[in-house]
């Protein structure tokens, strides 16, 4: 019997990673399209990228970008000082990311990860907030990889939406990967699910038309906050 097929692994961003190249979007089952930014991904880091990696340098080190894409944003850490790791579930993203100089793993946000509990960030950029389309499990799995006191620096979408809908990736030729379901969640709606799991919202900020949250796990009783 065949396997079924996997998003973002048995479809076109793979073969989009690869080549540095797009266009690619989601679509939606009624035909709208959500252009996904992949030569900014496959790119260096640039642009709103600086104002996050200036954080990041911030934290108590290391940093785990959670479905790390191409990789650009874990080797500009590493070329920061800053001990990183990129986790992804698509193998051509994990390559790209350890050709450019990072350190990558293929393994989903959900799987047993290295040093949980211990990582003093945790970056989710990209829409990897959308991720399996439950954002509530996937700030929840967030905050149990981060450290009592560290910070999730979350991208959420410019507008205010709190969207859960069934996407598919498509290509510059068509052609659609299989179907899975994604969530976009503005900045007000994010900030309403992480209180839920155990996050305080310490910062938001613009750049470059993008869009941030830092969100701190409560410290460990009788601990200050060291970040």
Same mark, same amino acid.
Request: glycine share 14%.
């Given at each position: 019997m065949?396997?079924?097929? /996997?998003?973002w =692994?048995?479809?076109p961003?793979?073969?989009? =990673?690869?080549?540095?190249?797009?266009?690619?979007?989601l679509?939606?089952?009624e035909?709208?399209?959500?252009?996904?930014?992949?030569?900014?991904?496959?790119? #260096? &880091?640039?642009?709103?990228d600086?104002?996050?990696?200036?954080?990041?340098? @911030?934290l108590?080190?290391?940093?785990?970008d959670?479905?790390?894409g191409p990789?650009?944003? %874990?080797a500009?850490?590493?070329?920061?000082?800053v001990? &990183?790791?990129g986790?992804?579930?698509t193998?051509? &993203? /994990?390559? @790209?990311?350890? +050709?450019?100089?990072?350190?990558?793993?293929?393994?989903?946000?959900?799987?047993?990860? #290295?040093?949980e509990?211990?990582?003093?960030? =945790?970056?989710?950029a990209?829409?990897?907030?959308?991720?399996?389309?439950?954002?509530?499990?996937?700030?929840?799995?967030?905050?149990?990889?981060?450290?009592?006191g560290? !910070?999730?620096?979350?991208? %959420?979408?410019?507008?205010? %939406?709190?969207?859960?809908?069934?996407?598919? =990736?498509?290509? #510059?030729?068509? +052609?659609?990967?299989?179907?899975? !379901?994604?969530? *976009?969640?503005?900045?007000?709606?994010? %900030? @309403?699910? &992480?209180? *839920?799991?155990?996050? /305080?919202?310490?910062?938001?900020w !613009?750049s470059h038309? *993008?869009r941030?949250?830092a969100?701190?796990?409560?410290?460990?009783p009788?601990?200050?906050c060291?970040?």
């Amino acid at each position: 019997m065949t396997a079924p097929a /996997v998003p973002w =692994v048995d479809d076109p961003f793979s073969h989009a =990673v690869r080549t540095g190249r797009g266009p690619l979007w989601l679509r939606r089952p009624e035909g709208s399209r959500i252009a996904l930014d992949i030569e900014r991904w496959c790119g #260096p &880091a640039a642009g709103a990228d600086h104002d996050l990696l200036a954080r990041c340098t @911030r934290l108590s080190a290391p940093v785990l970008d959670v479905g790390c894409g191409p990789g650009r944003l %874990v080797a500009a850490l590493l070329g920061l000082g800053v001990p &990183a790791l990129g986790v992804d579930l698509t193998a051509a &993203a /994990v390559a @790209r990311t350890r +050709r450019i100089g990072g350190l990558a793993l293929r393994r989903s946000l959900f799987d047993r990860l #290295p040093g949980e509990g211990r990582w003093g960030g =945790v970056l989710l950029a990209d829409g990897n907030l959308g991720i399996g389309g439950d954002p509530d499990a996937v700030l929840r799995r967030s905050t149990e990889l981060l450290a009592p006191g560290a !910070t999730l620096l979350v991208e %959420v979408e410019p507008e205010e %939406v709190d969207e859960r809908t069934t996407v598919r =990736v498509e290509g #510059p030729d068509g +052609r659609l990967g299989p179907p899975f !379901t994604w969530a *976009r969640l503005g900045a007000s709606a994010a %900030v @309403r699910r &992480a209180h *839920r799991a155990g996050l /305080v919202e310490a910062e938001r900020w !613009t750049s470059h038309g *993008r869009r941030f949250l830092a969100l701190h796990r409560a410290p460990a009783p009788g601990r200050p906050c060291g970040n």
